[in-house]
């Protein structure tokens, strides 16, 4: 098992920046994927991006490629997203989840945060 728990997120004007901290406990965390996913009202849940489990490789979303930054530090069990220059339609809230590899399908991770409200005013 492993638990997540994601903090950071709030309200921010648009054009701003906000850092998401996901910390995890439990089974090996070095060993996992990690993945960010967002969920806006009425939507479904989208990918944001993910980080293998080096560290040395992530992916994104087209829509936050150049504004986020998925980064990991396994000595603190922690995974962090970055996002600069905000838009309103990132209002949602995140989530960060891991599983075996970098997917861009939520279904494919095993074990999720609670999530974190990220809401970004015009």
């Known amino acids: 098992q492993v638990q997540l728990v994601e903090s950071g997120g709030g309200l921010v004007q648009a054009g701003g920046s906000l850092r998401l901290s996901c910390a995890a406990s439990?089974?090996?965390?070095?060993?996992?994927?990690m993945g960010w996913f967002r969920q806006a009202p009425g939507k479904e849940r989208e990918f944001v991006g993910a980080?293998?489990?080096?560290?040395?490789?992530?992916s994104y979303a087209d829509s936050v490629k150049g504004r986020f930054t998925i980064s990991r530090d396994n000595a603190k069990n922690t995974v962090y997203l970055q996002m600069n220059s905000l838009k309103p339609e990132d209002t949602a809230v995140y989530y960060c989840?891991?599983?075996?590899?970098?997917?861009?399908?939520?279904?494919?991770?095993?074990?999720w945060g609670q999530g974190t409200q990220v809401t970004v005013s015009s």
């Open positions: 989840a891991a599983g075996s590899g970098t997917y861009n399908k939520w279904n494919a991770y095993d074990y």
């Open positions: 980080i293998n489990w080096t560290g040395g490789t992530a």
């Open positions: 439990g089974r090996t965390f070095s060993s996992y994927a």
